[in-house]
């Protein structure tokens, strides 16, 4: 499962893009909208509304008696990942989770750092981040990872911001980004799942 940002939808390209390189690789994949997107606002609706909208969303995956997953691993990028990290705290049973640029703090911020749910959390989590999001300092990233008692990786990107969009002059593509991102998720589950 993977929830789009805050600025996303599912018919984001590179949402797009990642969805179909998991489901090549035999992987059942589920996005959705959450509400506001749905609306065509761009406010994002209230944390409450947002983790009850990926709660349905697992649910619904795991009543399906014929595409139940055996392994279920949730992720997203940016909002996403903030509000699948929240419901996985609160007691939703995931094999892991994929932070695509989590969002450790507000921009420009790293001292109001966000991240109380992660120390509530037991299952193997991935974070695939930006070396120049200005969301996620990764050497504040870093030293939080560490601190943690559930297992942990970390994939950094350089020439990268917010969302793993590669920045103005950038060595790295779009397409090379998206390539260093499904390599690094294939990798965590293939050991988290023993499939990838």
Known sequence: MLAHDTDGSIEQEKLIELRNALAERGNLTLSFNFPYVQAGKKRPDPPSTLERTYRAAAASLLRDSENAPARLVIGGYGLG??????????GLKVDGI???????????KPNQQ???????????????????????RVDRLQTLLRR???PTELCVIDDCGQGLDPIKRAEHTPEQVRELTLAAINGFVEKVVGTA
């Open 148 to 150: 943690l008692g559930a």
């Open 81 to 90: 990942a903030r509000v699948a990290t929240s419901v996985v705290s609160q």
């Open 114 to 136: 966000r991240a109380g749910a992660l120390f509530r959390i037991i299952c193997p989590m991935l974070f695939v981040q930006g070396a120049r999001d200005t969301h996620c």
């Open 98 to 108: 994929v932070c695509l640029g989590f969002p450790l703090h507000p921009s420009g």
